[in-house]
T-cell receptor, first 114, second 115 residues
């Protein structure tokens, strides 16, 4: 158990809908990262927050947005969902915004768009 | 731009034999290099990392990796494979020279250890 929690574990929704994925980092970790894992794209970095502020952006679509709250939990919002958004979404955390730190991953949220 | 390549989709090894999972990288500056493992229906788990210093890095579960700057490689190794090592392995790189660097993961290598 990494100490990172994600809810829900599974999510099934229809095209065009909007969903929110939630992540609680390990106790004391200030950095939160979001990733998308799909069979054809592999593991893609989406976005990073550090202590409430956006720090780095990866291949995140404009339909997707995220935020980190004062209690350090983070939410990833996915809107206007398409079939291709079906994937496993991981959250990870690390203590600081230092590149040499390893990340601790949550168990993921499996999103199925029908 | 930084990138990382895992040239083998799958590696098959008999239990008790040594294993190697290959990783090569490309960065503009000096790299931080990581290996993670993913078991079925689980998140990624950190195995080991190279920051600086000794080129041979030892990590969890008896794994080690050798940083080779001239060959821009960071291959994962274990002297004697276990069936329980069967999983998906990811190499990752961060360019320490970039101001807002992102971690880039390889495509993953599925390691299968037969009894």
């Amino acid at each position: 158990d990494s100490g990172v929690t994600q809810t829900p574990k599974h999510l099934i929704t229809a095209t065009g809908q909007r969903v929110t994925l939630r992540c609680s980092p390990r106790s004391g970790d200030l950095s939160v990262y979001w990733y998308q894992q799909s069979l054809d794209q592999g593991l893609q970095f989406l976005i990073q927050y550090y202590n409430g502020e956006e720090r780095a952006k990866g291949n995140i679509l404009e339909r997707f947005s995220a935020q980190q709250f004062p209690d350090l939990h983070s939410e990833l919002n996915l809107s206007s969902l398409e079939l291709g958004d079906s994937a496993l979404y991981f959250c990870a955390s690390s203590p600081r915004d230092i590149d040499s730190y390893e990340q601790y991953f949550g168990p993921g949220t499996r999103l199925t768009v029908t | 731009a930084q990138s990382v390549a895992q040239p083998e989709d799958q590696v098959n090894v008999a239990e008790g034999n040594p294993l190697t999972v290959k990783c090569t990288y490309s960065v503009s500056g000096n790299p931080y290099l990581f290996w993670y493992v993913q078991y079925p229906n689980r998140g990624l788990q950190f195995l080991l990392k190279y920051i600086t210093g000794d080129n041979l890095v030892k990590g969890s579960y008896g794994f080690e990796a050798e940083f080779n700057k001239s060959q821009t490689s960071f291959h994962l190794k274990k002297p004697s494979a276990l069936v329980s090592d069967s999983a998906l392995y990811f190499c990752a790189v961060r360019d320490r020279g970039s101001s807002a660097s992102k971690i880039i993961f390889g495509s993953g290598t599925r390691l299968s250890i037969r009894p």
